[in-house]
């Protein structure tokens, strides 16, 4: 609220146009408040994590001292083949699994943007369901459809006399599960470039002699170039920083990808945390590459396809040929939905894993509740559970304003310092979780007060570890907004926090909501940087749900990421109905 | 048929045998009066672990049975995380522990300094080979068992050497020396007492290899794998529901790790803390260990013996302490390197 006093009476003054100084006096007190947050909130946490990095100690423990200083930690991580052997794994896993994304989500954002086949909207809602499984969730359930002994894949393929076998015990394995389930990030950006193209381009294209397929790999396709380009590092960084998969897939076949290697380090007796930390510093190098990589491959062009000039997105007559875009369609859904879910619930209700052939899979006395009726005798399950919203709710109302408020900053004002902003407020997406969190422990446990042991820590940290997933989704509905809207308002005398309160906040509101939605998800998925920060009190359904497979009960895991993906259902679908339900109220209040 | 009816009359004249001495039990000391008064008036307790939190709730379960006005908060993390993070809050001078409870006594004889003098009222009857300190005690002590999945296994393997032969290649699992310090008692063990080349004999079976016993003990069950040493407390639940596993305590001799437990100076909840610990070393609450959860005891004569441990037969093994600390570095890179686990 404070923020947005202050924003207001910057505006304000600036509106007004006579107290210069006092103006400018403001507008630093404004970038200097958010800059201060940010330092508390990512650079200070990152220093320590450095520091931890280039010594032996505990900066808690032996206290901040840089007598011990060395690059010794680096030169062992560097010369040791076997990080080596993890970067390698890593670059193929994730570099295969961003192909198969691109193609993926190329794919069906055409599908469903240009094309005239048959129920699109489900097709797009069935795009963007892999974002809400939690990674741990997915390898545990491609463990049980894909273990090349006992999956269930192998099973039905014997009991159908068939010789296929499959393997995910392996790095295709990775590559594959990675793939399908990281293509919505490349979804979401490519189809909304889709939808905003304007076609007259592709009409002179076709005009002038191309088929149809020519236009798209030489027009279309170009065209949305930054938007495949952004979709593309971002599911490649996102998956340099996934646990769950490469844990449970990677872990029989002794396949080790970084963040696998660094949560060994950290569980290891006795545990290597600075070592882990220096290791996790590579990891950042290797995202801070790829992200400075982006920002080249993007700057100097335009990302203009939004005109002052009206048109509709062509629509393309697939005939008969809609059917085959259709049950792709059905298929990516049966394979990342229906397959893992089935898997889940087998492993759920079923006593025991163990599966002799297929004819055993239906033998119903071997299924039971005894699994769920374990977890709810669990005190820890529901606390988990309400701890886990209320989490979650902190996290996508105060990260969702902080969010607005830098993104707003950003991109529609021209203060000095909010590149920098715009910078600092990028770094988290390169630091993976489990190590985020020893940065968060070692640099709040210490600050007076009583953060620590409250769920405020841990909102805290997700705050500052999604940001920038937060502030980049909010960034395109801040693009989207033409600044002439906004002019408008400032000519007709209103202040800049009534311009946003009008225009902007209506105009970016569904872009506003998903964000909240999206840290909701994300916050209740996340489970690296809770597992140092949580107290008996405080403890989260990721943490649970961890200890589950942990303590190495495929039946309770199964059970738990059922409850757990039921609930997110539930909220999510709630929270969309509500919203609805404003954005409606919003527009009629706006009609009168 | 015949075998289940008897274990069924047995288990119930175990119940009654049970109830008939529950009054008799209750006057097993679990302290003074005024500990017990002032432990319910504190209500509450928080209690750090490296064990399995599910096997956990069931002894916090048990322990409210009889004091139920004492409400245990459990935190669980792996030995190497929960050990970081009590290291961290007792520098901040945030440690909300009244109880910590580590399977690595290596790692918690560092960490002595933190905690205050404690004994529990049967003290004396506890075997001192399983202390590393006065104020650390036994509360748990696990002990490795070698299991296999009868669905998969025709041929069961009999001893630990019989973990050697060829025609197992490929279908033990085991879990990795680095994991902590139950693991590190087993594989001491295999060298100490099976031979210097037993790792290598091992390991040219290929195994499977597992971060904990616990998804090991599941891989089992699935049939990942057909064969793997486990500690004891980590399958003998799934025997219990019905899992199609067999297990034996191997005729060589039983790795045991005893856990070390104590209560930091800074406890918020001292007499809580006290009472559970108490409890937890109990003949009662020792004897719910060994019976529900698979445990052994490190009490000097133990109140009874997991389902198919014969004292007579199998010979419990505690590793030398000092050889337990100074060994640890050379021979866990050795044995990553027999076994060919990428550090």
Known sequence: MADAQLLDRRIEVAQSGVEGRRRNVLAGAWIALLLAILAFLVIYPVLTLLLGALTDTNPVVDGLSLSHLSIGNFLTVLSNPNVAEALFNTLVACGGGTAIAVVIGLLFSWIVVRTNTPFRGFIAAASILPLFAPPLVAGVAWSILGSPKTGLINTVFKWAGLEWRVDFYSLWGLVFVFGIYYAPYVYMFTSSALRNMDPSLEEAAEISGASAFSTLFTVTFPLIMPAIVSGMLLSFIVMLGIYGVPAVLGAPANINVLTTYIFKLTNWSPPLYNTAAAVAIILMVVTGALVYLQQKVLSGRSYTTVAGKAFRPRSLDLGPWRWLTFALGFLYLFVVVVLPMLALIVAAFRKFMFIRDAAALFDMRAYSLMHFNAIFDNPLTLRSIYNAVEVGIITAVVGGALAFAIGYTIHRTRLPGRRSIDLISTIPVAIPGLVVGVAYLWAWIGIPGGLYGTIWILALAFIARFMPDTVKALSTSFMQIHRELEEAAWVCGKGTLATIGTIVLPLARPGVIASMTLLFVLAIRELGSSLFLYTSNTMVMSVLLLDYYEGGNIGKTAAFSLVQTLLLAVLIGGANWLSRGAAQGGVVQGIK | ?343
């Not at chain 2, 290598?200 to 599941?218: R, W």
Request: overall charge neutral; glycine content about 6%; some cysteine.
């Open chain 2, 1 to 343: 048929m015949m075998s289940n009816k008897i274990a069924a009359l047995a288990a119930m004249v175990g119940l009654g045998i049970a109830l008939a001495s529950a009054p008799a039990k209750a006057e097993e000391n679990f302290g003074p009066p005024e500990l017990i008064a002032a432990a319910k008036a504190e209500g509450k307790l928080v209690y750090y672990t490296a064990n399995f939190a599910e096997v956990e709730q069931q002894v916090i379960k048990e322990f409210n049975k009889r004091f139920p006005e004492i409400k245990v908060e459990m935190v669980r993390a792996p030995g190497g995380q929960l050990i970081t993070r009590v290291k961290t809050e007792a520098a901040a001078g945030k440690l909300i522990a009244d109880v910590v409870d580590h399977s690595d006594r290596a790692l918690m004889s560092e960490l002595v300094d933190l905690f205050q003098d404690y004994a529990p009222p049967n003290a004396a009857d506890y075997n001192p080979e399983a202390q590393i300190s006065p104020k650390l005690w036994p509360r748990a002590t696990l002990v490795w068992s070698i299991a296999y999945n009868t669905e998969l296994v025709k041929d069961p393997p009999k001893t630990w050497r019989d973990l050697t032969k060829m025609q197992y290649d490929k279908q033990i699992g085991q879990v990795f020396a680095q994991s902590g310090g139950t693991t590190w008692t087993r594989i001491m063990f295999e060298r100490q007492v099976l031979g210097e080349d037993y790792w290598a004999k091992q390991a040219a079976t290929h195994p499977i290899l597992y971060p904990s016993g616990a998804p090991t003990s599941d891989a089992l069950v699935r049939g990942e794998i057909a064969i793997a040493p486990l500690l004891y407390n980590a399958i003998y639940p799934k025997q219990k529901e019905g899992a199609p596993i067999k297990i034996f305590f191997p005729p060589e001799g039983a790795p045991v790790n005893p856990y070390a437990t104590g209560i930091p100076k800074t406890a918020a909840h001292p007499n809580a803390a006290k009472l559970f610990l108490n409890w937890c070393l109990s003949k009662e609450g020792q004897t719910f260990m060994i019976k529900e959860l698979g445990n052994l005891t490190s009490l000097k004569e133990a109140p009874v013996y997991p389902e198919g441990f014969d004292p007579k037969v199998v010979k419990a093994w505690y590793p030398k302490f000092d050889e337990y600390v100074k060994l640890h570095t050379d021979w866990v890179a050795q044995w990553d390197k027999t076994f060919g686990y990428r550090q």
